[in-house]
Nanobody, 117 residues
Framework: QVQLVESGGGLVQPGGSLRLSCAASGFIFSVRNMDWYRQAPGKERELVARIRSSGSTDYADSVKGRFTISRDNAKNTVYLQMNSLKPEDTAVYYC???????????WGQGTQVTVSS
């Protein structure tokens, strides 16, 4: 049974930092590219960052230089370090894998990030 459990969200002031975690189970984590997405109220879900099984990474232009995605295959966990947070980063953040989405149509519950003074 595939499961993705996101955590680490919260309320932070502009300029602050948060570290999100996503614990994965039910599939072979180490061979899958893993993504972080976010969805703000009234907006479509957008891809924020990707880390491939090789370890290479890609970022949306809006977060490049501020966010860092990483993974620990021994813990089946993917992370998103978010620095210099802006109000426009406010959203529910989800992790996933294209393979999980295509095969299982599954999304976790996400974790809320609110950037506000």
């Amino acid at each position: 049974q595939v499961q993705l459990v996101e955590s680490g969200g919260g309320l932070v002031q502009p300029g602050g930092s948060l570290r999100l975690s996503c614990a994965a189970s039910g599939f072979i984590f180490s061979v899958r590219n893993m993504d972080w997405y976010r969805q703000a109220p009234g907006k479509e879900r957008e891809l924020v960052a990707r880390i491939r099984s090789s370890g290479s990474t890609d970022y949306a232009d809006s977060v490049k230089g501020r966010f860092t995605i990483s993974r620990d295959n021994a813990k089946n966990t993917v992370y998103l370090q978010m620095n210099s947070l802006k109000p426009e980063d406010t959203a529910v953040y989800y992790c996933n894998s294209e393979w999980v989405v295509n095969v299982y149509k599954y999304w976790g519950q996400g974790t809320q990030v609110t950037v506000s003074s």
